[in-house]
């Protein structure tokens, strides 16, 4: 009876709160235009401007107990809704801190996929401008990644970190969470005193005896930017306004991998304007981040597996610190137009490369890239969402994470390349520097986009350009950029080669007889393809080009002299586990395999080497059981995506 009771009252309660909204003039909001479908906030009526969050983060059983204390601006609402998603709230206060009175809420139920979490609703008056809400979070909190110590590199202290994008800020924070409303936030959190914390905000470089410690973000942010990591962390600068976080044993290593930052940074500023954040930071986290690297302000979030040694990957600290202007300064209004942020930073990331490493290495990244691209439309064409390959996606319904495929990132750099070749460089970069500065600080969605386009570049143009075909058509145009590369055409050959048994990897050893005065001297000449004579790349293009059922003869010889199946490289061995998962080579590597897949969580890596294995009758079981023993070193972001997987491959 009380349970029905509960359910009449919340149906009343949204039966007013529609009625109510209904009938209202038209808010004054800065954000009438268009809603997001991918939160339940009222921005158009009430948005938050300023979070200040009180944390303290527990270990022990795993929870952080939180206030968020926002403050915000009212339109007039009188409901204020915030996003929540696995968290449990303990109660909701309103007015400053100090003299709040405890208020109403409903919580309405979970949206039927649990994609969205549930609406948090929050009866208030016209003039409410502060909003408390006490919480604290659980199991289901997805954005928290708690690690026990023996999966951090020091195996003796734990490590906690968040992951808010796409929508899982919602998760660990109750807020607003759309990325079409900025705000700016403080906080005060409370650690075990032997860890440090830091969020994507100012940074402390040192440890504090208290464990206590504060941050500010002072320049508007949407919410899926808020980050938290706490961790057994030191500081190595790199200048005066960029550095490297990181556990002390990857601290050299990581002082070794990133200092091109400085130069990054440079070449970044002098083709789109100032860089807006005043410091720029990476912190390396342990294995189990899910992505490569993720864009927090002022601290980006990188992957461990890119200290391959040799400086191989460091075009993703390239993406992560293009994000500062494309994405984190002009942000995509809703994950439809993702490919606002993903296609402008992948651009922006190729351009920093060829500046620091020449045209030649920007174009083989450009092209490897463009081979992954051209596999991933074969797939949505497939699929049950064709129209994923449309730069401008529909997502309404779905998970926002559907959208982060190379559509967004390849085609969307595609696009912006195939234009920048239509006008010039010269003038494309003028364009791109004022949109920088033009919607800085501010979101954009893809209308706004193709008005800006077409009143500063294109207008200005003779002769069209067909952009709709880009952003609201299925695969790719036929104006599409067409690039070459000789070095990676030579790994093609050269793996045709060796395919045909034209090549081998063995040393090859000649003889040739020199005349020493009367006597003839024997020379011994060894030649040899040795791993060095190529960057990663040029690899990754020869492991494609071999047949997917190359002999087991031919994968040991490569293994001999080449040891891909031992390599640093996490690209590298991708490309290699894959094509071994196919031709039954898996067998002879698998423990290799199942070393790489219980370590790394970068899902990039898991989510093709366990379809091949999951797809192949042979070492499906391999894989399932790889994954019961690794799962518990993944981020739910990574667990579920490869329990879907498990679930379409049955
Ligand atoms: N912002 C993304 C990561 C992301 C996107 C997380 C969508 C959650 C939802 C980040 O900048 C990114 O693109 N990472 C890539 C790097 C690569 C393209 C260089 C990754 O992790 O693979
Ligand atoms: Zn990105």
Redesign the pocket.
Known sequence: MKQLLWIVSIILFLASCDSLHSTKTAPKSPLNERADAHSYANLTEISTKHLHLELDVNFENRTIYGIARHEMKNYGADTAIFDINGLMIQKVTIGEKGSEEEADMFIDKMDKDSILGQALMVPIKEDTKFVNIYYQTTERSDALDWLDTNLTSSKTKPFLYT?G??ILTRTWIPLQDSPSNRITYSADVKVPSDLMAVMSAHNPTKKNNEGLYHFEMNKPIPAYLIALAVGDLEYHAFSANSGVYAEPELLSSCAYEFDAIPQMISAAEKLYGPYQWDQYDILVLPYSFP?????NPMLTFANPTLLAGDKSLV??IA??LA?SWS?NLVTNRTWNDFWL??GF??YF?QRIMESIYGKEVADILALIEFDELKDELKRIKKSEHPEDSQLHLALEGRNP?DG?TDIA?VKGAFFLKTLEAHVGREKFDVFLKSYFETFQFKTVDTKQFIRFLNEHLLAKEKGNFNYDAWIYSEGLPTNCLQLHSTRLDDMQTLADNFTHGKVSFAPKITYTYKKVGKRSKKIKRVEQITYQDHIVQEWQTFIRRLPRNLPHAKMMEIDRYLRFSFSGNSELLTEWFILSANNGYAQTNKHQIAAFLTKVG?R?YLMPIYEALLLNKSTRNFAVHTFQGAKQNYHAVSRKSIEALMLETK
């Open positions: 992951q994008q796409a992505f490569g690297g993720m864009e075009s993703v993406h992560e994000h994405g942020n993903e930073t992948v990331e994470d982060m990132y970068r990039k």
